[in-house]
């Protein structure tokens, strides 16, 4: 069974940094593609940033050159740092294996708040 817990959030001022990070419990972690997805109230879940099992990434272009994915498959860890943060990043996030990036999620976590106060 996947279970992925994400930690990180909370509340910070626009222009502010955050990191989140994703603990898997998965016994192939290295071999799914990962992505963070956030959803803000009212509004659809969105890929925002993923990474292949090779490294490759993917930024949606609201948060190209701001948001950071990367993984460490030693410790089944997924990890996104976000700097410049602006007050529409407000979402819940929430990190989800993939089969490939863009493939539909195989499991959700509980997801962590990130609030951004202008």
């Known amino acids: 069974q996947v279970q992925l817990v994400e930690s990180g959030g909370g509340l910070v001022q626009a222009g502010g940094s955050l990191r989140l990070s994703c603990k898997a419990s998965v016994f192939t972690f290295s071999a799914y593609a990962m992505g963070w997805y956030r959803q803000a109230p009212g509004k659809e879940r969105e890929l925002v940033v993923g990474?292949?099992?090779?490294?490759?990434?993917y930024y949606a272009d609201s948060v190209k050159g701001r948001f950071t994915i990367s993984r460490d498959n030693a410790k089944n860890t997924l990890y996104l740092q976000m700097n410049s943060l602006k007050a529409e990043d407000t979402a819940v996030y929430y990190c989800a294996p993939m089969e490939y990036i863009e493939s539909s999620p195989v499991s959700w976590g509980q997801g962590t708040q990130v609030t951004v106060s202008s």
């Open positions: 990474i292949s099992s090779g490294g490759g990434t």
